[in-house]
């Protein structure tokens, strides 16, 4: 569960994103992920970001349709 995570340690994203220059948009799963990016990484203009629902199964306020229809929308982006 996110709650217990306390001291995360981030992927090298710097490196990976330097090996992929051809990548454009950066999705986050839940607004934990988004804090934890935000944390370690500076935000770059040539990416594009969201953040949508966590498919976590603790986010019960979502349903699996609703959260098919969030996360269709982004496949609908560009």
Do not use: C
Request: hydrophobic letters at 35%; proline letters at 5%.
């Amino acid at each position: 569960m996110d709650l217990d995570i306390l001291e995360e340690i981030p992927n090298d994203l710097t490196t990976f994103f330097s090996q992929h220059p051809h990548l454009h948009t950066i999705i986050f799963n839940g607004q934990k992920a988004r804090k934890v990016f935000d944390k370690h990484f500076k935000k770059a203009d040539q990416y594009q970001y969201y953040t949508l629902p966590s498919t976590s199964p603790a986010n019960a306020q979502y349903s699996l349709e609703k959260l098919l229809l969030e996360w269709q929308l982004i496949f609908k982006k560009d």
